[in-house]
């Protein structure tokens, strides 16, 4: 069966110091990998989706970016963050290609910035 | 372009009482229609997920959605509430584009569902 690890689970930093966020699927290959953000009292917020390695579209403008090193790791990453950047981040995997394309999620990670 | 609404930001009904919690959406196509749930400090699990074929979806925990196209609505609905329900609900759309690429999914804003002893 499939699984999906992210770390750390709770995370605080002062602002202008860099992240990194880490997320891994196992049990399936060549996911579409997502990451969100979900604000206190908001929706979720598409951040970055990843067709394949390397390959990464950004749905918003932001100082954060995303790499797909490998198949099934997903990296959120900044070098200098704000206190904006505070809130609740997902990870999530999907098939390729389906037309339903339910998305499953990670646990999360919560970042406060101070 | 594709939306989704949830009706209610919170819905409280008592222990053993039934849950309906609104949806409606938009979209330019069939869309595929999903309930997730949200525990405090959790991930989002997958409710239940409707995706053209039967119009009444069962999902897990007892839950179930009736997709009504001419309402545009997917309303999820639980016979009899339990305390383990209370958490948030969101509803989403998905619609695979003509390219046919990776599209992200449209979430609504949520509904906290509070069950009352």
């Known amino acids: 069966s499939q699984t999906i690890h992210q770390w750390p689970a709770t995370l605080v930093q002062p602002v202008g110091s860099p992240l990194s966020l880490e997320c891994t699927v196992e049990?399936?290959?060549?996911?579409?990998l997502y990451w969100y953000r979900q604000a206190a009292g908001r929706g979720l917020q598409l951040l970055f989706y990843?067709?394949?390695?390397?390959?990464i579209s950004s749905e918003v403008p932001q100082n954060l970016s995303a790499s797909r090193p490998q198949d099934r790791q997903f990296i959120l990453s900044s070098k200098k963050l704000l206190l904006s950047d505070s809130g609740f981040y997902l990870c999530a995997w999907s098939v390729q290609a389906g037309r339903a394309d339910t998305q499953y999620f990670g646990p999360g990670t919560r970042l406060t910035v101070l | 372009a594709q939306s989704v609404t949830q009706l209610d930001s919170h819905v409280s009904v008592s222990e053993g009482t039934p849950v309906l919690l609104r949806c409606n959406y938009s979209?330019?196509?069939?869309?595929?229609l999903f309930w997730y749930v949200q525990h405090p400090n959790k991930g989002l699990q997958l409710l239940l997920k409707?995706?053209?074929?039967?119009?009444l979806v069962k999902g897990i925990n007892g839950f179930e959605a009736e997709f009504k196209k001419s309402e545009t609505s997917f309303h999820l609905t639980k016979p009899s509430a339990h305390m383990s329900d209370a958490a948030e609900y969101f509803c989403?759309?998905?619609?695979?584009?003509?390219?046919?690429?990776?599209?992200?999914?449209?979430f609504g804003k949520g509904t906290h569902l509070i069950i009352q002893p």
């Open positions: 049990g399936t290959s060549n996911p579409n």
């Open positions: 989403v759309v998905s619609v695979t584009s003509i390219g046919g690429g990776a599209d992200g999914l449209t």
């Open positions: 409707y995706t053209s074929a039967a119009t």
């Open positions: 979209s330019s196509y069939s869309p595929s």
């Open positions: 990843s067709v394949g390695i390397g390959q």
